[in-house]
């Protein structure tokens, strides 16, 4: 571009697509320009809020005319909420958009066209999700508590008082809170003074059973009598509340849990249904926070393994609760489930007793020191499911699993660059992607997750 932008500018655009982390992006002359809230072909005024040599941001000044695809948003707060930000676009367009994401991401790390198939929908768009983490704050004057999300890019508080995406009781149960925390004398969370009481409030629902447990993250390392009679006050007021409990997380971090969670009053877990297998997820244990999606996605694994692989031995890697070992056990010889987090392997231990499985091993530990363990025991596996954290897997423990594979690696991710990163480095070692399946999980945001298929050459 001839004429370099500069903060302030006021520009005419029309953006063609929307990038990862969210935002559309228009190009003048080969220059990216990302704006935050913009959908893909509306003609937009924008004001640039900062520029570079190499791209700009800018934000909507006037939309001059809206895209076909751009609707309006249901939720009230979504323009100041950081939940999520694709409301303002058509649903179908939405998923259209994601396997695009997913495609160009692929292609820019491998250098391949693999084939990415269409996104399989959500069966709900709204009330969807099961697990809730909302920060905690209050007012300087007032003192009143402050619950909700984070504008985006910010640490500004805002307070939700509905939530369309989650389940309507949570709504009810945050307002109650709100309204009982005072007169007991807890104290919302101030980040920058590293003071108050109350830092975090997580919700796991199940949807199955439609009862929860309500988990308080607090700035100390003993509990106060003041939680234990907001626990009772709880639990007297709502019957679906099975449990209450504490998280002591004092330090100044970025985690939201910590690992030392404990019981106040009632069940420490939750249960969940899926068809006929049933899973206990504790406080602390990862389980997918879109159950209905979760289901698509243990079906497309489970397809794939049962029309290809007669019979086969299976490691489950970063099983969490041991989700996909249980639900992949009535098609397998044998299931070896390897997980860290200690209250995922207890669960795991839980739920293979209660869905009265004979075939299946959970492991406790880091997955690389595991993995070795198998490797020095001359074990093989026909198939082995790759389910890790964001980061993606470290290369040691793609070796290792490549030395244990016998035929197909099955890599579920929620991030599309670290899954090419890891997909072009299995492609160098002797597998090849067959395809990738897109699976909406996070309806409405930029997030996706996607299974790639990959077999040994």
């Not at 059973?209 to 509990?223: D, G, P, Q, S």
């Not at 198939?383 to 954290?389: A, G, K, N, S």
């Amino acid at each position: 571009m001839e004429k370099i932008l500069k903060g302030g500018d006021i520009i005419e655009i029309t953006p063609e697509k929307l990038v990862y982390e969210g935002d559309a992006i228009a190009k003048i002359d080969g220059y990216p320009i990302f704006v935050e809230g913009g959908c893909p072909q509306d003609k937009l005024k924008v004001k640039i809020t900062k520029a570079n040599k190499s791209y700009a941001n800018a934000t909507i000044e006037e939309i001059i005319e809206p895209s076909p695809h751009r609707v309006k948003p249901f939720c009230p707060m979504h323009n100041v909420c950081g939940g999520c930000g694709w409301q303002h676009i058509d649903y179908d367009f939405q998923l259209e958009q994601k396997r695009n994401i997913v495609k160009e991401t692929i292609k820019k790390f491998t250098g391949e066209d693999i084939e990415i198939k269409e996104v399989i929908p959500s069966p709900k768009t709204k009330a969807f999700r099961s697990k809730i983490q909302y920060p905690v704050s209050q007012t300087k004057v007032s003192k009143r508590l402050l619950v909700g999300y984070y504008k985006k890019g910010s640490h500004e508080l805002v307070n939700i008082k509905f939530c369309p995406i989650q389940p309507k009781i949570i709504d009810k149960i945050t307002e109650f809170i709100r309204q009982n925390t005072q007169e007991l004398g807890i104290s919302g969370y101030n980040e920058k003074l590293h003071k108050g009481d109350l830092k975090h409030i997580v919700y796991r629902y199940s949807q199955s059973e439609n009862e929860l447990i309500v988990i308080f993250v607090v700035n100390a390392t003993k509990l106060h009598d003041k939680f234990k009679k907001l626990s009772k006050k709880l639990m007297d007021e709502f019957a679906h509340i099975k449990g209450c409990l504490v998280n002591y997380n004092p330090n100044k971090t970025n985690l939201i849990l910590s690992n030392d969670t404990r019981k106040i009053l009632g069940e420490n877990h939750i249960t969940e249904k899926i068809d006929d297998k049933i899973y206990q997820i504790s406080a602390n244990s990862f389980f997918q926070v879109n159950i209905d999606s979760a289901k698509n996605i243990f079906n497309t694994v489970k397809d794939i393994i049962k029309n290809n692989y007669k019979n086969p031995r299976i490691l489950d890697a970063y099983s969490g609760v041991s989700s996909f070992g249980i639900w992949l056990s009535d098609i397998a010889k044998e299931v070896v489930s390897v997980e860290e987090a200690p209250s995922a392997t207890k669960d795991a231990a839980k739920n293979v007793e209660l869905n009265n499985i004979k075939n299946l091993t959970a492991l406790n530990g880091d997955a690389k020191n595991i993995f070795k363990e198998l490797i020095a025991q001359g074990e093989k596996f026909d198939v082995t499911v790759l389910d890790p954290p964001r980061k993606g897997c470290e290369q040691e423990s793609l070796d290792i699993a490549i030395k244990l594979t016998e035929k197909t690696i099955i890599y579920v991710s929620c991030n599309p660059s670290t899954l090419a990163r890891d997909l072009k480095y299995l492609h160098q070692n002797g597998f090849r992607t067959k395809y990738i399946q897109p699976v909406d999980m996070f309806c409405h945001s930029y997030h996706i997750e996607s299974i790639a298929w990959l077999e040994k050459e």
